[in-house]
């Protein structure tokens, strides 16, 4: 199975999905390998998706991906979220404009 183009080793442990973020801007922060609960904001989310879009899983592949739209789209646009001062993500954050 081949990779996806987006996490192509480019160097020491980057992807070129991380070189991009780099490039924007975006510090990327890593957490000791085994240590989740160092990155509870992220496993929290998860949690969240999971309890939402796949319990109980949809009959088929094409009604779970509605599944996960509609979650996006109130995760981005309805949810405030404490980093972005109790606002919605959509409003908080602007639209990446650099090529990957």
């Known amino acids: 199975m081949a990779a996806s183009p987006h996490f192509r080793k480019t ?3 980057l992807s070129k999905l991380s070189v991009w973020w780099l490039r924007l801007g975006v510090a990327i922060e890593r957490i000791k ?10 496993e929290r989310m998860h949690l969240t998706l999971k309890k939402e879009a796949t319990r109980p899983p949809s009959a088929n592949t094409l009604q779970q991906q509605d599944r ?9 646009t309805e949810r405030p979220h404490e980093a972005a001062r109790h606002d919605v993500s959509s409003r908080a954050l602007c639209p990446l404009t650099a090529p990957l």
């Open 68 to 76: 996960f739209d509609v979650f996006v789209q109130e995760f981005n």
């Open 11 to 13: 160097g020491p442990n």
């Open 33 to 42: 390998p085994g240590h989740p609960q160092q990155n509870g904001r992220h």
